[in-house]
Every structure is written in C-alpha cells, then in structure tokens.
Nanobody, 115 residues
Framework: QVQLVESGGGLGQAGGPRRRSCPASGSIVSTNAMGWYRQAPGKQRELVAFISSSNYINYADSVKGRCSISRDNARNTVYLQMNSLRPEDTAVYYC?????????WGQGTQVTVSS
C-alpha cells in the first residue's frame, strides 16, 4: 500500500502563490508518476499536473504558465507551485501516485482563492 499526505491547503489571495507538497510512504515502486488532481464544487475531478519518475511532465491547459511541478525521488515527494492564483482554482486538491499496480490518492485538501 501507498500513503499520500498533502500539505499546503487553505486560503489564498487571487494573484498570489501557493506551494504544496505530498510525500509518499509505504510500498513505493520506483517507476511511477506523481501529481495532482482537483475537484471544484459541481465539477468532475480533473488533472492539474503530473511528473513521472523520469521527469516527463504534463500540465492541464488551465494551469500552464502558472504552475510548476517537481519531485524529489530520494524523498518520494512531489511539489506543486502555483502562481497567479485565480478564484477558479478553488477546489479540493488530491495528490496521486500511479504505478504498475494502480492509482493511489491522498485524502484531499481544500484550497480557496479569494478575489
């Protein structure tokens, strides 16, 4: 099993930055992808960004240019830096890890951006 614990939720100001981290623990397979999804009220869960263990990166169009994802493989931790926050970034953010065994999720943290 894999456990993921997000940090960096809470309130944010429009135009400001927000940094999140998510360490993974448990039975970690070295070849994996880690990243973030989010779910706004009344909407489906959507991908924000992910980064593979070989550093392939993908961003959602809605965050491109405002978002930077990185990882520390030695610490099994993924980081998400979001700048120029918008009210539409308000959502519950879920850290995830995907490997050959399947998908694992964090518990989710609320981020609310005020205008």
């Amino acid at each position: 099993q894999v456990q993921l614990v997000e940090s960096g939720g809470g309130l944010g100001q429009a135009g400001g930055p927000r940094r999140r981290s998510c360490p993974a623990s448990g039975s970690i397979v070295s070849t994996n992808a880690m990243g973030w999804y989010r779910q706004a009220p009344g909407k489906q869960r959507e991908l924000v960004a992910f980064i593979s263990s070989s550093n392939y990166i993908n961003y959602a169009d809605s965050v491109k240019g405002r978002c930077s994802i990185s990882r520390d493989n030695a610490r099994n931790t993924v980081y998400l830096q979001m700048n120029s926050l918008r009210p539409e970034d308000t959502a519950v953010y879920y850290c995830h890890l995907r490997d050959v065994r399947g998908m694992y999720w964090g518990q989710g943290t609320q981020v609310t951006v005020s205008s």
